[in-house]
């Protein structure tokens, strides 16, 4: 069947609407076709798996201090931060100084933010992590920002035929100049820059090893099929990481 004919319709649960909902597909790569019907601009597979593992990792979020690095314009990023009391959104804007507000954002870089030490209860990014240039940086920087038994829950791609636990695909020198080892350059859509984000690193199956090995993080990696949830496709694994 061509991706142009599928279509899969779904009636079930959104974990993010909280509500019975539709999903819909038109085009057999649910990743990025799977929409809910219900949510604000839609939401994901990979959004549900999120909200999924957060009402039951974390049932009182809502009275939580949250940071969320890059959020989207849709789905679990804009209930979080409508429903949640404290909660900061982050975005990179590498030009302007870092801890300031850009566009009703706090300007942070992910691999090195100006929080203090265990300021956030819970920390979430949605595909972020294959877009930085250092993650074992990005993964110490969350564990100091987290409370004692804080929790970093998020997705990325993880190739699970992939034998590396993370593979490099590009880097940043010392200059500033980026160096690509893989080519073409692959790039991700991004909410703040129409050019995209560059995809950085390819993680393989035992990512979660090389997480508890760069932190005191301990880690659980959830991968789902759940057709009532509308969790389909690839991709949807979500990443949970507790500092005890
Ligand atoms: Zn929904």
């Known amino acids: ?47 549900r798996a999120l909200a999924h593992v957060l009402h039951r990792e974390i049932p009182s979020w809502r009275e939580m201090a949250v940071h969320e690095s890059s959020p989207m314009n849709r789905g679990i990023s804009m209930k979080i931060r409508s429903e949640c009391k404290n909660y900061i959104g982050s975005h990179f804007y590498p030009k302007k100084p870092f801890g300031s507000i850009v566009d009703g954002w706090r300007n942070e870089n992910i691999e090195s933010t100006t929080f203090e030490d265990e300021s956030f209860d819970l920390i979430l990014s949605l595909d972020v992590t294959e877009h930085v240039f250092n993650p074992e940086a990005m993964f110490k920087d969350i564990y100091r920002t987290l409370k004692p038994g804080g929790v970093y829950i998020s997705t990325f791609p993880i190739r699970k035929y992939q034998v590396d636990a993370a593979i490099q695909l590009a880097k940043l020198n010392d200059n500033g100049s980026i160096e690509y080892l893989k080519s073409p350059p692959e790039y991700h859509g991004n909410p703040i820059d129409e050019n995209g984000a560059l995809v ?41 990481c507790r500092k005890r």
């Open 1 to 47: 069947m061509s991706k142009e004919s599928h279509y899969l319709e779904i009636d079930g649960y959104c974990p993010i609407c909280e509500a019975s909902a539709k999903f819909i597909a038109k085009g057999n790569w649910y990743r990025d076709t799977l929409f809910c019907q219900s949510c604000k601009n839609g939401s994901a597979p990979r959004e």
């Open 200 to 240: 950085t690193w390819d993680y393989g199956y035992d990512i979660h090893s090389l997480i508890a090995y760069w932190t005191s993080f301990s880690v659980e990696i959830n991968r789902f099929v759940n057709k009532h949830l509308g969790i389909l496709g690839e991709y949807t694994e979500v990443i949970v």
